[in-house]
């Protein structure tokens, strides 16, 4: 065996009793005996017989462990339990469905060791529905590069390799590991490149996803936007709201001299821009005050990890 370091391969799994066994098998042949490997198996609150059998599988090969949820949390979070549960320096995140191949595992570790901190697979000849699968991705991918900058062609391929040293800067949650790499990008500084996985054609059960999850697509999008601009300044993003609500209290000030020498004859109407103009400039005030703390908070946070921003462990 290869004195090379353990690999963890980290696979959710809902309602995949057909084809959890021919999983285990798959990728055992994929990484057979030439370096140490442990397949972390999640399920995530199923309700088939897929923790029975996973169970049963990891009963008859120590490589293969079994992580149980109590219930149904969604894929992000049975992710990030395979990562914490993960004991390798290299992890590789799969779907369950067998609709990733096992036998890309080797390439995407191997790319890895070049130096890089997060390899992403991207799938030739994607074999999945062309209007409620293929075009949203299609769209999504675009929307993505895009926003974060980050210039992964295929960001719904769960198929990816990431540095240990990388996980552990990520805290997932809601729905976002469709943005692994621009997450990685924006608060590790990881070096990302990409590389062509295989695709199958999903052989039991049905596809967890539908047209339902571009709303939370577009919420989690926001969310990592807002991460990568303003996560090592807050003060930018609270300053720029205090600087709009200051331009409009300053019009608002405006208008009641305006208001006070057209409307004479009714001087309650007189009296509500300045009333706006106030709560302009109070609203100003507070959003900088938010600022401030939050620059506090993050100045904290780096204290207290002992941690200088966006730095990730090189191999030597």
């Not at 800067?169 to 809601?174: A, E, G, P, T, V």
């Not at 020498?261 to 959003?287: I, Q, W």
């Not at 946070?301 to 090189?314: D, G, S, T, Y």
Request: overall charge positive.
């Amino acid at each position: 065996m290869s004195n090379r370091s353990m690999l963890s391969v980290v696979v959710p799994l809902y309602n995949e009793e057909e084809s959890v066994g021919a999983l285990v098998d798959a990728v055992r042949e994929a990484l057979g005996i030439e370096r140490a490997w442990e397949l972390v198996l999640v399920d995530d609150g199923s309700r088939d017989r897929t923790a029975a059998v996973a169970r049963d599988l990891a009963a008859r090969d120590d490589r293969v462990r079994l992580v149980e949820l109590a219930r149904n949390y969604g894929q992000t979070q049975a992710m990030q339990a395979g990562f914490d549960a993960a004991r390798g320096d290299t992890v590789v995140s799969m779907d369950g469905d067998l609709q990733n191949d096992p036998a890309d595992i080797p390439s995407l570790a191997a790319k890895l060791e070049e130096g890089y901190d997060l390899v992403a697979g991207y799938r030739l000849r994607r074999q999945d529905k062309l209007i409620t699968r293929k075009v949203p991705s299609w769209v999504a991918n675009r929307l993505i590069r895009a926003i974060t900058g980050v210039q992964i062609r295929d960001n719904g391929c769960s198929l990816k390799a990431y540095r240990r040293s990388t996980l552990q800067h990520l805290h997932l949650y809601s729905d976002m590991h469709r943005f692994l790499p621009a997450v990685a990008a924006a608060t590790t500084g990881a070096r990302i490149t990409e590389v062509p996985v295989r695709h199958h054609a999903r052989r039991f059960g049905q596809s967890k996803y539908g047209l339902s999850r571009i709303l939370k697509i577009l919420a989690d999008l926001l969310t990592i936007t807002m991460i990568a601009w303003f996560r090592e300044r807050p003060i930018v993003m609270f300053g720029l709201g205090a600087a709009g609500a200051f331009a409009a209290g300053i019009a608002f000030l405006a208008g009641s001299f305006a208001a006070a020498a057209e409307l004479r004859e009714s001087m309650a109407n007189a009296y509500v821009f300045p009333a706006a103009a106030l709560l302009c400039f109070m609203l100003a005030c507070y959003l900088l005050m938010l600022g401030l703390i939050g620059e506090v908070a993050v100045w904290k946070a780096r204290e207290r990890e002992h941690l200088l921003p966006n730095v990730v462990e090189r191999p030597l």
